[in-house]
Nanobody, 111 residues
Framework: QVQVVESGGGLVQPGESLRLSCAAS????????MGWYRQVPGKEREFVAS???????NVADSVRGRFTIARAAGLNTVDLQMNSLQPEDTAVYYC?????WGSGTLVTVSS
């Protein structure tokens, strides 16, 4: 069974950076898709960035140029590098690994 664990959330000030990490375990092959999503209370979960097993990336318009998704060490581990964070980036960030969701990690951007 695939287990997905996110890490790296926290409180930062506007303009600062943060890196989130997602690790999916329980599989012995590279998963076809890993992505990051975020959700604010009262709103729908929205797509942030994704990475396929052939390293194709996709990034939402709202974060393009500030956020980068990249494969990290480990078979199914991806990082989300977030730069120039703004208060509107505050959300719970979730990792999806081929349809399996993690429990999320909170990112708060506030002065």
């Amino acid at each position: 069974q695939v287990q997905v664990v996110e890490s790296g959330g926290g409180l930062v000030q506007p303009g600062e950076s943060l890196r989130l990490s997602c690790a999916a375990s329980g599989v012995i092959f590279r998963l076809p898709f890993m992505g990051w999503y975020r959700q604010v209370p009262g709103k729908e979960r929205e797509f942030v960035a994704s990475l396929t097993n052939d390293d194709m990336t996709n990034v939402a318009d709202s974060v393009r140029g500030r956020f980068t998704i990249a494969r990290a060490a480990g078979l199914n581990t991806v990082d989300l590098q977030m730069n120039s964070l703004q208060p509107e980036d505050t959300a719970v960030y979730y990792c999806n690994a081929a349809g399996h969701w993690g429990s999320g990690t909170l990112v708060t951007v506030s002065s």
